[in-house]
């Protein structure tokens, strides 16, 4: 792994810097590259800062993304942020500037990168990326406070996941001290759409519950399409069950336009990021995601969620 400093000092031998970060991105993914950014353009006027990437969706609140030919990667440092492996990476130039840096804090199956700093315990690559600036004396302003204050917000939950640490609550503390609006960030959000808010009740309709623990529910295009739902936005039901007591752990199966299912894996206790890389995904321990071509693959996924729950239920008794 490749210090702070080492990063640090690419950055500034490179007079162009191209941020990239995930497809379907989150909070954290635009937050990350977004609050990076903003600091490096303060620091350094005269480089050339941008930030790529497709489909921001509703998330353009935090960040726009900006629109450059392929020459600008002429001698550029490419950095992403969020982004554990390569076929995720939104804009897939991203191998033609000089040099390629990774920031991230998924588990490292990929390793990608020229440089990298990737750190699993982190709970949001927004986090990371405050460590760096802090570290590096980089600017650290309102402007880049809110998003990387909405990537830690988002990533954690609003500070309710594992990896939320006594860290966290201090970097968000100095970024709320920034001057943002930390009730409009948690609102953005957290809010959903009427629609959605039936799409995460509906969910529960669909809802397996195998005696293990483990969950599963199957979105189809008949479902998504009756609730009024674009499939873009029907990972909004992905959290859902995890308020429910006796579910450990479960999937959200959401069949695509193409016949097939990106599925999502959620737990509170067992890995499943392992689980997840038999089935063409990966991400965290406790939240990753995968595909799945038919029915036969879902119900094999299901029945390896349901014995590592059973796994995990025997030797956790709380
Ligand atoms: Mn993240």
Same mark, same amino acid.
């Given at each position: *792994? ?44 005269? $480089? ?11 998330? #353009?609140?935090?960040?726009? *993304? ?7 990667? @002429? ?11 390569? /076929? ?25 990168? #020229? &440089?990298?700093?990737?750190? /699993? ?14 570290? !590096?004396? &980089? ?8 998003? &990387?204050? %909405? ?8 500070? *309710?996941?594992?990896?939320?640490? %006594? ?16 009730? @409009? ?11 959605? %808010? ?16 483990? %969950? ?15 499939? !873009? ?7 859902? /069950?995890?308020?429910? @007591? ?27 990021? $392992? ?18 071509? #038919?029915?036969?693959?879902?119900? !094999?996924?299901?029945?390896? =969620? =349901? ?12």
């Amino acid at each position: *792994m490749s210090s702070f400093q080492e990063i640090f000092e690419a950055i500034k031998s490179h007079q162009t810097i191209i941020f990239h970060r995930h497809r379907h991105p989150d909070p954290d993914a635009i937050g990350s590259q977004a609050g990076f950014s903003r600091s490096l353009k303060l620091a350094f006027p005269d $480089k050339q800062i941008y930030c790529v990437g497709q489909d921001i969706g509703d998330l #353009d609140w935090i960040n726009t *993304m900006d629109e450059i030919p392929d020459s600008a990667y @002429k001698g550029a440092a490419v950095i992403t942020t969020d982004c554990a492996d390569q /076929p995720r990476i939104s804009d897939q130039r991203y191998r033609l500037g000089d040099i390629l840096i990774k920031i991230d804090h998924h588990p490292d199956i990929d390793p990608y990168a #020229d &440089l990298s700093y990737v750190d /699993p315990a982190a709970p949001a690559a927004s986090e990371i990326v405050y460590d760096f600036l802090r570290a !590096e004396n &980089l600017p650290i302003t309102k402007e880049v406070a809110l998003p &990387l204050y %909405a990537g830690i917000v988002g990533d954690t939950g609003r500070f *309710m996941y594992s990896e939320t640490t %006594a860290h966290t609550f201090a970097v968000a503390s100095h970024l709320a001290s920034l001057g943002i609006d930390i009730n @409009k960030i948690a609102r953005n959000i957290s809010e959903v759409t009427f629609a959605q %808010a039936r799409l995460q009740n509906l969910v529960l309709n669909y809802l397996h519950l195998d005696p293990s623990g483990a %969950a599963y529910a199957v979105l189809t295009t008949d479902i998504l399409t009756k609730a009024k739902v674009p499939v !873009e936005e029907a990972s909004v039901t992905v959290s859902t /069950p995890g308020r429910i @007591k006796d579910i450990i752990a479960w999937n959200i199966f959401i069949q695509q336009p193409d016949g097939t299912y990106r599925v999502h894996y959620r737990s509170k206790g067992p890995a499943i990021d $392992k689980l997840a890389q038999r089935h063409h995904g990966g991400g965290h321990a406790l939240a990753s995601g995968a595909n799945a071509k #038919d029915q036969a693959e879902i119900k !094999e996924i299901f029945a390896e =969620v =349901v014995a590592a729950t059973k796994e995990y239920s025997e030797h956790h008794v709380d």
